[in-house]
């Protein structure tokens, strides 16, 4: 079977219906901001507008309601979406070869950072670790992301899938600046 070309019309029509396709595809390609990036956006940020505060946590709020797959306030939707790594990373963070002190120090500027940019969505890589029990920053940035410091910006965590990153890595969720 062989096809013919498109009338101008024909070709004004599909252009027409299809258009706004390749726009939704380019919004699903939103790059991926790595946290020099975010510390550079943050510098010019914070020249144009005053500091966001931390949002104050909710003194019913436990660390260990932080734990992975936790998600206190998170719709069931966006839990399970968190949870199958269906939402879109928009700033990933790798704490491979830190040792704890830098890494802590790291994240907690890197949630500010993001934070203060308006991102949501993180990656944090911390490695699976090697031995029998497993990596430190593993077991630590879960620890750290339930402190008083940063509880009150992260709406939930989750283990990557994975694709990102599996048990070496969380999804971190988030809390709207308003």
Same mark, same amino acid.
């Given at each position: 079977?062989?096809?013919?070309?498109?009338?101008?019309? %024909?070709?004004?029509?599909?252009?027409?219906?299809?258009?706004?396709?390749?726009?939704?595809? =380019?919004?699903?390609?939103?790059?991926?901001?790595?946290? +020099?990036?975010? &510390?550079?956006?943050?510098?010019?940020?914070?020249?144009?507008?005053?500091?966001?505060?931390?949002?104050?946590?909710?003194?019913?709020?436990?660390?260990?309601?932080?734990?992975?797959?936790?998600?206190?306030?998170?719709?069931?939707?966006?839990?399970?979406?968190?949870?199958?790594?269906? !939402?879109? @990373? +928009?700033?990933?963070?790798? !704490?491979?070869?830190? @040792?704890?002190? %830098?890494?802590?120090?790291?994240?907690?500027?890197? @949630?500010?950072?993001?934070? /203060?940019?308006?991102? =949501?969505? !993180?990656? @944090?890589?911390?490695?699976?670790?090697?031995?029998?029990?497993?990596?430190?920053?593993?077991?630590?940035?879960?620890?750290?992301?339930?402190?008083?410091?940063?509880?009150?910006?992260?709406?939930?965590? &989750?283990?990557?899938?994975?694709?990102? /990153?599996?048990?070496?890595?969380?999804?971190?969720?988030?809390? =709207?600046?308003?």
């Amino acid at each position: 079977m062989s096809r013919r070309p498109l009338e101008p019309e %024909e070709r004004a029509l599909w252009h027409q219906a299809t258009g706004d396709v390749a726009s939704r595809r =380019r919004a699903a390609q939103r790059p991926v901001v790595m946290a +020099e990036e975010l &510390a550079a956006a943050d510098a010019d940020a914070a020249r144009r507008s005053p500091p966001v505060p931390p949002a104050p946590s909710p003194p019913s709020r436990r660390s260990s309601e932080l734990a992975p797959d936790r998600g206190g306030g998170l719709d069931r939707r966006t839990a399970v979406r968190l949870k199958r790594g269906q !939402l879109a @990373i +928009e700033a990933r963070l790798d !704490l491979h070869g830190m @040792i704890q002190e %830098e890494a802590h120090r790291a994240l907690t500027g890197f @949630i500010g950072r993001a934070v /203060g940019v308006g991102k =949501r969505t !993180l990656l @944090i890589i911390t490695g699976k670790g090697t031995g029998e029990g497993g990596g430190v920053l593993r077991a630590a940035v879960p620890r750290w992301l339930g402190e008083a410091g940063l509880r009150g910006q992260i709406l939930a965590i &989750a283990p990557a899938i994975p694709r990102d /990153g599996g048990a070496g890595a969380l999804y971190v969720l988030l809390r =709207r600046v308003r």
